[in-house]
C-alpha cells in the first residue's frame, strides 16, 4: 500500500514539473509548435481543459495552472 502511494506521489510530482514546464513555453514564441511543446501538451491539456471554463485570466496572465498544481 505505501509502494502504490509513493508511485502516486512521485508520479503528481512529475506532472507538477510537466505543468511548470508547459507554463514556461509560454514565454517563448512558437514553443508550442516544437515536438517538445507539442508532447507537454498533450500530456497537460486534458486537466486543464475543464478549469479554463472558470475564466482565470487577469491581467494577461493564466492563473489556471496554478490552480491545478495546487
Do not use: H
Amino acid at each position: 500500500m505505501i509502494f502504490i502511494l509513493l508511485i502516486l506521489l512521485k508520479l503528481i510530482k512529475v506532472y507538477s514539473y510537466l505543468l511548470l514546464a508547459y507554463a514556461l513555453l509560454s514565454w517563448f514564441p512558437g514553443a508550442y509548435d516544437s515536438w517538445l511543446g507539442r508532447l507537454v501538451s498533450d500530456i497537460v491539456e486534458p486537466i486543464l481543459k475543464p478549469f479554463r471554463s472558470l475564466n482565470l485570466q487577469f491581467a494577461g496572465l493564466d492563473f489556471t495552472i496554478y490552480l491545478v498544481m495546487i
